[in-house]
Protein backbone atom coordinates (compact mmCIF):
# COMPACT_ATOMS: atom_id res chain seq x y z
CA UNK A 1 0.00 0.00 0.00
CA UNK A 2 1.44 3.50 -0.98
CA UNK A 3 2.31 6.06 1.83
CA UNK A 4 -0.98 7.63 3.26
CA UNK A 5 -0.17 11.25 1.66
CA UNK A 6 -1.53 9.29 -1.65
CA UNK A 7 -4.64 7.96 0.21
CA UNK A 8 -7.75 10.51 0.05
CA UNK A 9 -10.81 10.00 2.06
CA UNK A 10 -14.03 10.18 -0.73
CA UNK A 11 -17.75 9.60 0.21
CA UNK A 12 -16.32 7.04 3.44
CA UNK A 13 -14.13 5.58 0.73
CA UNK A 14 -10.91 5.25 0.55
CA UNK A 15 -9.46 6.30 -2.57
CA UNK A 16 -5.72 5.53 -3.97
CA UNK A 17 -4.28 8.18 -6.24
CA UNK A 18 -2.72 5.52 -8.69
CA UNK A 19 -0.26 8.45 -10.00
CA UNK A 20 1.34 9.02 -7.22
CA UNK A 21 1.56 5.88 -5.82
CA UNK A 22 2.75 4.43 -9.44
CA UNK A 23 5.17 7.39 -9.53
CA UNK A 24 6.70 6.74 -5.97
CA UNK A 25 7.10 2.89 -6.22
CA UNK A 26 8.87 3.35 -10.14
CA UNK A 27 11.58 5.89 -8.63
CA UNK A 28 12.37 3.69 -5.65
CA UNK A 29 12.77 0.93 -8.11
CA UNK A 30 14.67 3.11 -10.18
CA UNK A 31 16.57 4.31 -7.31
CA UNK A 32 17.54 0.52 -6.62
CA UNK A 33 18.55 0.39 -10.51
CA UNK A 34 21.03 3.23 -9.65
CA UNK A 35 22.28 1.53 -6.79
CA UNK A 36 22.74 -2.31 -9.09
CA UNK A 37 24.27 0.40 -12.06
CA UNK A 38 26.89 1.97 -9.63
CA UNK A 39 28.10 -1.00 -8.13
CA UNK A 40 28.33 -2.75 -11.74
CA UNK A 41 25.81 -5.35 -11.34
CA UNK A 42 24.57 -4.72 -15.03
CA UNK A 43 22.10 -7.74 -14.81
CA UNK A 44 20.31 -6.65 -11.73
CA UNK A 45 20.18 -2.80 -12.47
CA UNK A 46 18.88 -3.69 -16.11
CA UNK A 47 16.14 -5.95 -14.00
CA UNK A 48 15.05 -3.23 -11.88
CA UNK A 49 14.77 -0.09 -15.25
CA UNK A 50 12.50 -2.97 -16.97
CA UNK A 51 10.15 -3.09 -14.00
CA UNK A 52 9.77 0.31 -13.60
CA UNK A 53 8.88 0.40 -17.36
CA UNK A 54 6.78 -2.45 -16.63
CA UNK A 55 4.79 -0.60 -14.09
CA UNK A 56 4.94 2.97 -15.98
CA UNK A 57 3.20 1.06 -19.15
CA UNK A 58 0.93 -0.59 -16.81
CA UNK A 59 -0.19 3.30 -15.07
CA UNK A 60 -0.98 4.48 -18.54
CA UNK A 61 -3.29 1.51 -19.42
CA UNK A 62 -5.52 2.96 -16.88
CA UNK A 63 -6.68 6.06 -18.62
CA UNK A 64 -9.73 7.00 -16.98
CA UNK A 65 -7.29 7.50 -13.50
CA UNK A 66 -4.65 9.78 -15.20
CA UNK A 67 -4.52 13.01 -16.62
CA UNK A 68 -2.28 15.05 -19.34
CA UNK A 69 0.00 15.96 -16.62
CA UNK A 70 0.24 12.70 -15.04
CA UNK A 71 0.98 11.18 -18.25
CA UNK A 72 3.88 13.51 -18.91
CA UNK A 73 5.40 12.93 -15.23
CA UNK A 74 5.23 9.39 -15.93
CA UNK A 75 7.01 9.67 -19.86
CA UNK A 76 9.91 11.58 -18.13
CA UNK A 77 10.16 8.97 -15.84
CA UNK A 78 9.99 6.05 -18.75
CA UNK A 79 12.67 8.26 -20.76
CA UNK A 80 15.43 8.01 -17.54
CA UNK A 81 14.85 4.39 -17.44
CA UNK A 82 15.15 3.74 -20.71
CA UNK A 83 18.18 5.42 -21.24
CA UNK A 84 19.49 4.17 -17.76
CA UNK A 85 18.91 1.09 -19.19
CA UNK A 86 20.60 1.59 -22.61
CA UNK A 87 23.35 2.61 -20.60
CA UNK A 88 23.28 -0.25 -19.10
CA UNK A 89 23.16 -2.30 -22.44
CA UNK A 90 26.46 -0.20 -23.67
CA UNK A 91 28.00 -1.54 -20.51
CA UNK A 92 27.31 -5.36 -21.35
CA UNK A 93 28.60 -4.61 -25.21
CA UNK A 94 25.10 -5.03 -26.04
CA UNK A 95 24.58 -2.34 -29.01
CA UNK A 96 21.53 -3.34 -30.53
CA UNK A 97 19.46 -3.42 -27.67
CA UNK A 98 20.68 0.01 -26.09
CA UNK A 99 19.95 1.41 -29.95
CA UNK A 100 17.13 0.47 -30.01
CA UNK A 101 15.99 1.69 -26.60
CA UNK A 102 17.66 4.94 -27.21
CA UNK A 103 14.97 4.83 -30.05
CA UNK A 104 11.84 4.46 -27.94
CA UNK A 105 13.33 7.30 -25.51
CA UNK A 106 13.78 10.01 -29.07
CA UNK A 107 9.70 8.81 -29.31
CA UNK A 108 9.37 9.84 -26.15
CA UNK A 109 11.40 13.19 -26.38
CA UNK A 110 12.89 13.62 -30.03
CA UNK A 111 15.13 16.42 -28.34
CA UNK A 112 16.73 14.28 -25.70
CA UNK A 113 20.82 14.96 -25.91
CA UNK A 114 21.53 12.12 -23.51
CA UNK A 115 19.39 9.71 -25.81
CA UNK A 116 21.06 10.67 -28.71
CA UNK A 117 24.81 10.29 -27.08
CA UNK A 118 24.16 7.21 -26.27
CA UNK A 119 22.16 6.14 -29.45
CA UNK A 120 25.80 7.75 -30.89
CA UNK A 121 28.00 5.69 -28.63
CA UNK A 122 25.46 2.62 -29.50
CA UNK A 123 26.29 2.66 -33.12
CA UNK A 124 30.27 3.19 -32.29
CA UNK A 125 29.75 -0.71 -31.30
CA UNK A 126 28.11 -1.55 -34.12
CA UNK A 127 31.02 0.02 -36.08
CA UNK A 128 27.97 2.42 -37.86
CA UNK A 129 30.49 5.55 -37.74
CA UNK A 130 28.86 7.43 -39.78
CA UNK A 131 25.66 7.34 -38.22
CA UNK A 132 27.63 7.95 -34.93
CA UNK A 133 29.06 11.20 -35.59
CA UNK A 134 25.40 12.45 -36.97
CA UNK A 135 23.92 11.42 -33.44
CA UNK A 136 26.79 13.14 -31.60
CA UNK A 137 26.41 16.01 -33.82
CA UNK A 138 23.24 16.86 -32.62
CA UNK A 139 23.59 15.56 -29.23
CA UNK A 140 26.47 18.94 -29.13
CA UNK A 141 24.20 20.33 -31.03
CA UNK A 142 21.15 20.33 -28.35
CA UNK A 143 24.14 20.84 -25.39
CA UNK A 144 26.86 22.88 -27.19
CA UNK A 145 29.38 22.62 -24.16
CA UNK A 146 29.03 19.19 -22.64
CA UNK A 147 32.55 18.04 -22.70
CA UNK A 148 31.57 14.21 -22.25
CA UNK A 149 30.43 14.64 -26.06
CA UNK A 150 32.75 16.58 -27.49
CA UNK A 151 35.40 14.28 -26.52
CA UNK A 152 33.72 10.98 -27.75
CA UNK A 153 33.49 13.19 -31.32
CA UNK A 154 36.98 13.74 -30.79
CA UNK A 155 37.69 9.75 -30.26
CA UNK A 156 35.12 8.75 -33.06
CA UNK A 157 37.28 10.56 -35.34
CA UNK A 158 40.65 9.11 -34.49
CA UNK A 159 39.12 5.76 -35.19
CA UNK A 160 37.88 6.82 -38.33
CA UNK A 161 41.10 8.28 -39.13
CA UNK A 162 42.57 5.11 -37.79
CA UNK A 163 40.20 3.09 -40.02
CA UNK A 164 40.58 4.61 -43.21
CA UNK A 165 44.53 4.27 -42.81
CA UNK A 166 44.23 0.61 -42.47
CA UNK A 167 41.56 0.32 -45.10
CA UNK A 168 44.11 2.39 -47.30
CA UNK A 169 46.80 -0.54 -46.52
CA UNK A 170 44.82 -3.27 -47.24
CA UNK A 171 43.66 -1.88 -50.58
CA UNK A 172 47.67 -0.88 -51.43
CA UNK A 173 48.58 -4.30 -50.18
CA UNK A 174 45.98 -5.81 -52.61
CA UNK A 175 47.13 -4.20 -55.54
CA UNK A 176 50.84 -5.14 -55.14
Same mark, same amino acid.
Given at each position: ?72 ? %? ?6 ? !? @???? &???? #? =? ?62 ? %? ?6 ? !? @???? &???? #? =???
Amino acid at each position: MPSNEHVVLVNGCVKVDLVEGVEEVVTNIKDSGNYYFSIKNYTDANRKYKKAIRYIDWCKTQSDKINSYDEMK %LSEIKLVC !L @LNQA &AVKL #K =MNLFREALYLCDKGLLIDGKCAKAFYRRGQARIGLNDYEMALKDLKTALLLVPNNKSIKLEIIS %LRNRMRNY !L @LLEK &ARFE #K =MLK
